[in-house]
């Protein structure tokens, strides 16, 4: 449960990256308060290429690092500890995997491993996540497709040169069997794209297909069989998002500990209070019992192992849990100005909400535990 070596050079490599790079006060304030379309940089994206990081989970032979998910998690954990906007998770992680020995990895991983193409997931159709309540249509037509219904909370959505969306071409709501995935390009002709702002100042985008035409070569995976390439993009975003919620505890937590040593109440600081140590105790023990979740998600999922779903979700839960255990206390810790846009500990908080959702919530993955636990 400990990193090899070179996972500790690539952390000694990202860690100050992205502490200077990729800053609150420089991309999510920035970003945020210009009033940016895409909600990140694409300049800092280009330099995520040129560190090798967009292409981290693609193999060597087509260009990328042919690392693994424990890798992407060193990486996420930074991104979540400076709350770095960026499209890694939903593009270098979830969607690279999702389209992993397709034709279409051929087209786009490239553009990936250059740090100049954005891809996204288009899977949710309804308030809550659920990726078998999937009810989009694809009906042949000719040599291909024809795409008709809506999708939901498509992170990138509007940035994105390619939208992977699930469409059902046989079964039923609710099944898994009869799901297809299409690799749309943002330009296609009957896509409607709304793009909106989220609490964290992200940016996802609901979409409408209407009559949208892709020929046959669009399919990644195989026709009815798109439930293999949908779970293996889920289950490495999952992992991925679990890692990097780990990253906004830490950083709302290192935030938190630093105030306690420094404010002053009663002539006391705040930091020699019991009550508040037994708190900050508490919330150290939970994160570094997330990061163990995390890792070992990451390790199950690399190795292949069959109990990684499960684990995947556990991690999932877990961090979500703990990483809004840290930006509440954080709040809290911080008194009055902790409120107010000024200080960044609530930047935590918005960022934690909306990447909890994501991939499906604590409770949807509490559920999944059960369920695959055999209750």
């Known amino acids: 449960m400990t990193l090899t070596d070179d996972q500790r050079m690539l952390h000694d490599t990202v860690r100050p990256f992205m502490a200077d790079e990729g800053a609150i006060k420089s991309q999510l304030r920035h970003w945020r308060d210009t009033g940016c379309g ?40 930074e991104i979540g500890r400076n709350l770095t906007p960026s499209p890694f998770l939903t ?91 299409f690799a749309v390009e943002r330009c296609a002709s009957g896509l409607e794209i709304d793009n909106v702002a989220l609490a964290d100042s992200s940016k996802a985008a609901r979409l409408r297909l209407d009559e949208v035409e892709v020929d046959a070569d669009a399919v990644v995976g195989e026709v009815d069989g798109g439930w293999t390439p949908i779970s293996r993009g889920l289950n490495a975003g999952r992992a991925g998002a679990a890692a990097e919620l780990v990253g906004v505890a830490v950083g709302a937590s290192e935030m938190t500990f630093e105030y306690l040593k420094q404010r002053k109440q009663f002539g006391r600081l705040i930091g020699e209070f019991q009550a508040l140590q037994h708190r900050a105790a508490h919330l150290y023990g939970e994160i570094e019992i997330a990061r163990a979740a995390a890792l070992k998600a990451a390790q199950l999922l690399d190795a292949g192992d069959p109990r990684a779903e499960l684990f995947v979700s556990v991690a999932k839960a877990k961090a979500a849990r703990t990483s809004a255990l840290a930006v509440q206390e954080g709040v809290q810790m911080h008194g009055g100005i902790g409120m107010t846009d000024e200080h960044d500990i609530g930047l935590y908080m918005k960022r934690e909400a909306v990447l909890s959702e994501l991939f499906g919530s604590p409770r949807y993955h509490a559920a999944r535990v059960a369920e695959l636990s055999g209750y």
Do not use: C, Y
């Open 38 to 77: 895409d909600g990140f940089g694409h300049g800092l994206w280009k330099q995520f290429g040129e560190l090798g990081l967009t292409g981290i989970l693609i193999p060597e032979a087509q260009g990328g690092a042919g690392l693994g998910a424990v890798e992407a998690g060193v990486v996420l954990e």
């Open 91 to 181: 593009t270098a992680v979830a969607a690279v995997r999702a389209m992993q020995g397709s034709a279409q990895a051929e087209r786009w991983f490239p553009g990936i491993v250059a740090g100049e193409t954005i891809a996204a997931l288009a899977i949710d159709e309804g308030k809550h996540h659920d990726p078998t309540r999937i009810a989009t249509e694809a009906r042949r037509s000719g040599n291909g497709f024809v795409l008709n219904g809506g999708k939901q909370f498509v992170v990138h959505g509007a940035s994105a040169d390619v939208i992977l969306v699930a469409a059902r071409t046989a079964g039923s709501s609710g099944e898994t069997r009869g799901l297809t995935l």
